[in-house]
């Protein structure tokens, strides 16, 4: 019982890092990938054709 | 957790990024350079003569700070991708499923679907010069699908049992079923055989980049977490 409860404290503590990491994530995919400013865009036109990202 | 999580992600995504770079170079960068040849009108294809297949194309590295932005940029893009696969990592270690460098491979194969092959099968890499619609509406369906298809991994990877894999399956179809945002009418000056080229080439690239980030993010999330125990 007592293993029951740490188990699923250590669980609950560690979802909230990985929470926030896959934000960071998806923010650092959406800036490389997504944002069309044109500095942005050109400087990442390359990369995001080839890795089938919709560009222009 | 959180400085563990990043630190694997960051020496994963580096590495994967800068080798998914190098394979740019050498497969897919010359389809692209080639292709441009038609975007700009230079070459024209099914113009009054017929056009070679091996034209003479810049050299490697022609343009250095566009190839400098290249490698900055992929690395930036797979370090994207580690931070989120790495935090899920820990997510399954919690749930008690090993994080192996083995494992990793087939985590790295998982993210290739969801992020590349997913959202390609409908919106295909596409070859400069292509006819496009709308960005915005693209950009929302490609979300759109990597979210579904993210989600179906997890489940397929994790759900063991038969509806979360009949669920999988929906979530895997749906988007395309849906259907993509489609041009209006075709204005591609590029010839099939390269538009073909570059998707499969684009395909290959990630597939590897992807398996290899996996493998990795794997490696590195176990020797930091070896690590971290030995400090406690």
Redesign the interface.
């Known amino acids: 019982m007592t293993t029951k409860t740490l188990k699923a404290s ?2 609950g ?3 909230l ?6 934000i ?6 959406t ?4 944002v ?1 400013a044109s500095a942005l865009h050109d ?2 036109h ?11 | 957790m959180f400085s563990r999580i990043l630190t694997s992600a960051l020496f994963a995504g580096a590495a994967a990024g800068l080798i998914a770079a190098l394979l740019q170079f050498l497969f897919v960068q010359p389809v692209l350079l080639h292709a441009e040849l038609y975007e700009t009108g230079e070459l024209v294809h099914f113009g009054a003569e017929a056009v070679s297949a091996q034209p003479d194309l810049p050299g490697m590295f022609a343009d250095p700070m566009r190839d400098a932005l290249t490698v900055v940029f992929a690395m930036l893009t797979y370090t994207g991708y580690a931070v989120v696969m790495v935090a899920l990592m820990s997510v399954a270690e919690g749930m008690g499923h090993a994080v192996t460098a083995r494992a990793g491979l087939l985590w790295g194969l998982a993210g290739f679907i969801t992020f590349h092959f997913a959202p390609g099968l409908s919106l295909a890499p596409e070859v400069p010069g292509v006819s496009y619609t709308d960005i915005t509406a693209r950009q929302i369906w490609w979300t759109a699908t990597v979210a579904a298809a993210g989600i179906a991994m997890w489940l397929i990877a994790f759900g063991g049992n038969l509806m979360a894999y009949g669920a999988a399956a929906l979530l895997l179809m749906a988007p395309h079923l849906i259907g993509a945002p489609e041009p209006d009418s075709f204005a591609g000056p590029v010839p099939t055989e390269l538009g073909a080229l570059f998707a499969a080439r684009a395909f290959g690239v990630g597939m590897a980049a992807w398996v290899l980030l996996g493998g990795f993010a794997g490696y590195f999330w176990q020797t930091e977490s070896k690590r971290a125990e030995a400090h406690a």
Do not use: E
Request: hydrophobic share 55%.
């Open positions: 250590a669980t503590s560690a979802i890092p990985a929470l926030f990491a896959v960071l994530g998806l923010g650092i995919v800036l490389a990938g997504h069309q400087a990442a390359d990369v995001r054709h080839a890795t089938g990202f919709p560009c222009h």
